[in-house]
């Protein structure tokens, strides 16, 4: 599935030397097997005043969206994160390995908030989806850097000082078939159901060289 960039607005300056500029990728391996093995690619670049991201995803059809998110830490959970040993790694566990949410990867790039309910989608008959997204990095940047007015809620900011330094963070995508069996001790988070939020892979980010 493809989004057009979203159109974003800024009001903080936000300097070049706060913009590590290059390639950058993960492997998406799978978590969670019971409910269907995911793979896949994360590609990211940094570069002329514009960030892209690239994802192809692949695994069973399950004609649901996928949230997808870049987390502000920089190692993937496994099922020795299983806090409960129910045998499924569940959002609330994830989440405190991959820490807090700093960019939904979703339809707007330049906020944290415009695009939140605009995933990909695997459509039926399809075990794939591709995800292709691209912003001004000065307009993104602007909006990681607002004051937090939400301190309760499970995404964060980067400080004043802070640089987004993407090969420090991991990209997690979430959401299995909503026909798949799950036990009531799988976490979720606010009211979203289980099924919608259970971790599904996840990808180191490093650094790369640009695609020939």
């Known amino acids: ?8 607005f800024s009001d903080v300056e936000v300097g070049q030397e706060e913009v590590i500029e290059g390639w950058y990728t993960a492997v998406l391996n799978p978590l969670n097997s019971k409910v269907g093995i995911f793979s896949g690619r994360v590609d ?34 496994t099922m020795k994160d299983d806090l409960n040993r129910d045998g499924y790694l569940d959002f609330i566990e994830s989440y405190r390995v991959a820490g807090p949410i700093l960019m939904p990867l979703d339809s707007n790039l330049n906020s944290q908030m415009k695009g939140l309910h605009e995933f990909p989608h695997m459509r039926k008959n399809s075990s794939y989806y591709y995800y292709s997204e ?13 004051k937090d007015e939400y301190k309760e809620d499970l995404m964060t900011k980067l400080r004043p000082s802070e640089k987004l330094n993407l090969k420090k963070r991991v990209v997690l995508i979430y959401g299995a078939s909503s026909d798949r069996y799950l036990p009531d001790t799988v976490g979720t988070f606010d009211g979203y159901p289980n099924h919608s939020s259970i971790p599904i892979a996840c990808g180191e980010i490093s650094t790369s060289g640009p695609e020939h």
């Open 134 to 146: 691209a912003c001004n990095s000065d307009y993104m940047l602007s909006d990681l850097k607002r």
């Open 44 to 77: 990211l670049s940094m570069s002329d005043n514009q960030f892209w991201v690239r994802i192809n995803l692949k695994g069973p059809q399950t004609n649901e969206m996928h949230p997808q998110f870049l987390h502000t830490n920089s190692s993937c959970p």
């Open 1 to 8: 599935m493809l989004f057009s960039c979203g159109s974003g």
